[in-house]
């Protein structure tokens, strides 16, 4: 088994520390299938650096000259879930200890910090994110600083950029990287300027995460219809990196570009999160917006999973969808209408692509000035928290310039496209040998997520209105409504044709159900602890004696209802011109079939099809009875 133990993840047998054997170790050559491979160490300081090793993994596939192995030097305070990480990769696994006694041909790492000066190896160093931004103390500043002149503390002296200072690139006044890796010839300028002893080590070789997502831009709709982005709908994902001054934690007070004008409009002690996250849960109509929250994994390992998770719990049974850190945020990216984010590579990333950004916390004396990131912060609009959300959010879209961020574009990567050949040759450079022949080297595409529709257990407060009754059309607006939120329909000045309320039946809001006018339940039709449809339709109108119809929804375009007149029927959205059903809550139908039932018409009126019109988007809905066993 895989466990944190001493300096990072080591193998453990019988409770003690074991030194892998094979296919390297003392007595190695008694065991091994394959001898006289080329060995290649992948150096992981955490999950946010191992997802960088990871996109250049495949860079060695095919390859039976070379063996893999992986290592975690067990010097980041982030050391949760690279156990598991890891164990995942399927490589071998050696303790820190055994790595810096055992000879390599080539080391892989994607941070600094720790022992990285010990390993016998040719070194190569990427970076992890979009370039080399951010300004971050080293830990190590005796060992790492060429001399005592410029360690000296100081007030008035800055932290130093992390990758591009020497407090982090030398080692006894020596490079410590045999490769130090750049993205973009920005990068050697500026190290060119802070630290020019390593400037014969540079090597400009693109951005491998960078040319995923370029490789995966024309698969956007599938994406948006994997995360449930129904036509007519905005998806809108909040991004944050880690730390106090990051958008999660809380950007009181952030200035960006050196205007004086405070992201989210508050003093240093506010705190833009909470605001934000209500705001996502009711100020945004349901089935007009999706949303997606993309943290650093820094956050995610640092307070815990579950932590995150129990943070988020409202704006989750809201709807927000909170993408794992390994696998998923770029495909988000993609599939984005606006992103509120800060000063993350996350957010460049969005911008590079030419998403709408708006910036909720942006802390530039965090950020080398000469930064791409830093520019960003000069260019990208602000989050006021005194202004609505959704105001702020449809500005962003509507008022977005197509190349409004070609510049920073231009700067996220040296060689778009071409990463993977350059950082495959300077790889087998390293190790002294041939590439292999006749295969190109190619990264792995961006994988099709899992389909992962909105789901609200919150209760939800409905405006529905008849825009015509021949042929039936009607006008229905969602939103959630968590713990004490206040009703938003409480004081409407107009006129409309009903208000009302649909609770979840797994709703943490139990009290809710009594008084709920729709209840709904999210099952397959042949789940035979609840189902079939009819029967537990009338199972919840008899429970519920207030509620007027009974929702079961058994599919992502599909439900079946009951009502109060004892008549079921089901509800289905009808194919579009590509032959693939309208994706929107089944749950809106219901309203929409609700509301013509409390204005007094029939089922018979409505029938065969009626159109739920959400926002300026308009769904076709079948009508269909369903015969029930006594019928």
């Avoid at 296919?23 to 065991?31: I, K, N, Q, T």
């Avoid at 992948?42 to 946010?48: I, K, R």
């Amino acid at each position: 088994m895989i466990q944190p133990r001493g300096n990072g993840p080591t193998v453990v047998t019988g409770g003690a520390v074991a030194r892998v054997r094979v296919p390297v170790g003392e007595d190695a050559g008694r065991w091994v299938t394959r001898a006289g491979c080329r060995r290649v160490l992948l150096v992981v300081h955490n999950v946010t650096s191992a997802t960088r090793l990871l996109d250049v993994l495949p860079l060695f596939h095919d390859d039976i000259r070379v063996q893999l192995f992986a290592t975690c030097t067990g010097s980041s305070p982030f050391l949760a879930g690279v156990p598991e990480l890891l164990a995942g990769a399927g490589l071998p696994i050696l303790p820190w200890t055994q790595a810096k006694d055992t000879t390599f041909d080539l080391a892989l790492a994607a941070s600094y910090g720790g022992e990285l000066g010990q390993i016998r190896a040719k070194l190569a160093v990427l970076s992890h994110g979009i370039g080399y931004n951010k300004r971050l103390a080293a830990p190590s500043a005796e060992r790492r600083a060429p001399s005592a002149e410029r360690r000296a503390p100081s007030a008035e002296r800055r932290a130093p950029v992390f990758g591009l200072s020497p407090e982090w690139l030398l080692e006894d006044g020596s490079p410590l990287a045999t490769a130090t890796v750049l993205s973009h010839p920005e990068q050697l300028e500026r190290l060119r300027s802070s630290c020019p002893e390593v400037v014969p080590t540079a090597v400009l070789a693109g951005d491998p995460c960078f040319d995923r997502i370029l490789a995966a831009l024309p698969q956007r709709d599938r994406f948006r219809r994997a995360l449930g982005v129904g036509p007519g709908q905005r998806l809108i994902v909040v991004s944050s990196t880690w730390a106090t001054r990051s958008l999660f934690g809380g950007g009181g007070g952030a200035e960006a570009g050196g205007t004086g004008r405070a992201v989210a409009g508050g003093a240093d002690t506010d705190d833009v999160l909470p605001w934000l996250l209500s705001r996502l849960a009711t100020e945004l109509p349901a089935d007009e917006y999706r949303s997606a929250a993309v943290l650093h994994p820094n956050i995610w390992h640092g307070h815990g999973p579950g932590q995150v998770r129990a943070w988020l719990d409202t704006a989750r049974r809201a709807g927000l969808e909170a993408i794992p850190p390994l696998e998923g945020w770029r495909q988000a990216l993609i599939a984005a209408d606006c992103v509120l984010g800060d000063h993350s590579s996350v957010a460049y990333y969005a911008a590079s692509i030419d998403r709408p950004v708006l910036l909720g916390a942006f802390p530039q004396k965090d950020l080398d000035p000469l930064s791409p990131v830093a520019a960003l912060g000069r260019t990208a609009p602000l989050l006021v928290r005194g202004e609505s959300l959704r105001a702020q959010i449809d500005r962003a879209i509507e008022c977005h310039e197509q190349n409004r961020y070609k510049e920073l574009a231009e700067q996220a990567s040296s060689s778009p496209g071409e990463s993977a050949s350059l950082l495959r040759r300077l790889f087998y450079d390293l190790m002294g040998i041939s590439e292999p022949e006749g295969r190109s080297a190619l990264l792995d595409p961006l994988p099709l997520p899992p389909y992962l529709p909105a789901r609200r257990t919150v209760p939800v407060r409905v405006l529905a209105q008849m825009v015509r009754a021949d042929p039936p059309e009607v006008g229905v607006v969602r939103r959630c409504v968590p713990g004490d939120e206040p009703d938003p329909y409480e004081n409407l000045t107009h006129e409309v044709d009903s208000v009302h309320t649909v609770v979840d039946e797994e709703t943490r809001e139990s009290g809710r159900l009594r008084i709920a006018d729709i209840v709904v339940r999210r099952a397959a039709d042949d789940d035979l602890r609840l189902g079939p449809a009819g029967a537990w339709t009338s199972e919840a109108l008899a429970w519920y004696p207030h509620c007027g119809l009974a929702a079961y929804i058994d599919g992502p375009d599909r439900c079946v209802v009951g009502t109060r007149a004892g008549e079921l029927v089901r509800l289905s959205a009808a194919t579009g011109p590509d032959g693939r059903p309208d994706l929107c809550d089944p749950a809106a139908y219901a309203s929409a079939l609700y509301a013509w039932i409390v204005s007094g018409r029939t089922l018979e009126q409505a029938a065969p099809e009626i159109t739920v019109r959400t926002g300026s988007t308009a769904h076709r809905v079948t009508i269909e009875r369903v015969k029930t066993p006594s019928a």
